[in-house]
Structures are given as C-alpha cells and as structure tokens.
Nanobody, 114 residues
Framework: QVQLVESGGGLVQSGGSLRLSCAASGSIFSIYDMGWYRQTPGKQRELVATITSGGRTNYADSVKGRFAISRDNAKKTVYLQMNSLKPEDTAVYYC????????WGQGTQVTVSS
C-alpha cells in the first residue's frame, strides 16, 4: 500500500495555471503507474492524465495540449501542470497509484473562475 498526498490546488482565473503535486510514501515508487483524475458533484470520477512506470503518458481529450503529467522518482512525486485553465476544469483532483491494487489520495480542490 502507498500513501498519497496531493497539494497545489486553489482558486485561479480562467486562462491561468496551476501545478498539482502528489507525494507518495513507500520505498518503491518507480514501479507504480500514476494518474490524475477529477470529480465534480454528481458526476463520476474521470481520467485526466496517466503516466506509466516507464514514463509513457496518456491524456483525456479535454486536456490535451493544456495539461502535462510528469514524475520524479527520486522525490516520489507525480506532477500535473495545468495551463490555460477553463471553468470546466473546476473539480476535486485525485492522484492514483496502481500496482497490484489502486491507492488514492484525499484530493485537492481546483476552482477556475470565469
């Protein structure tokens, strides 16, 4: 099991940027596939971006060209750089670690004002 703590959320104006971080505990972070997901009230949690243990990335169509996921295995941290933010990006953003099981963080709120 890995413990995940997200940070970096907040309130930003439309067109602005934020960088989310997800710090993981445990000794073998590099083997985990990592992902960012988001959820708004009344809706299912949706994939935003993923990065495999080998560094391969995948993005939801809605964020392609605006968001970038990256990881620093030495710091046991995965990042989500979010640029050109839109009001529809407003959500709670969750970090997920996957290796034999899925572990989730507690989430961080991102609010984009118009």
């Amino acid at each position: 099991q890995v413990q995940l703590v997200e940070s970096g959320g907040g309130l930003v104006q439309s067109g602005g940027s934020l960088r989310l971080s997800c710090a993981a505990s445990g000794s073998i972070f590099s083997i985990y596939d990592m992902g960012w997901y988001r959820q708004t009230p009344g809706k299912q949690r949706e994939l935003v971006a993923t990065i495999t243990s080998g560094g391969r990335t995948n993005y939801a169509d809605s964020v392609k060209g605006r968001f970038a996921i990256s990881r620093d295995n030495a710091k046991k941290t995965v990042y989500l750089q979010m640029n050109s933010l839109k009001p529809e990006d407003t959500a709670v953003y969750y970090c997920k670690a996957s290796w034999r099981r899925d572990d989730w963080g507690q989430g961080t709120q991102v609010t984009v004002s118009s």
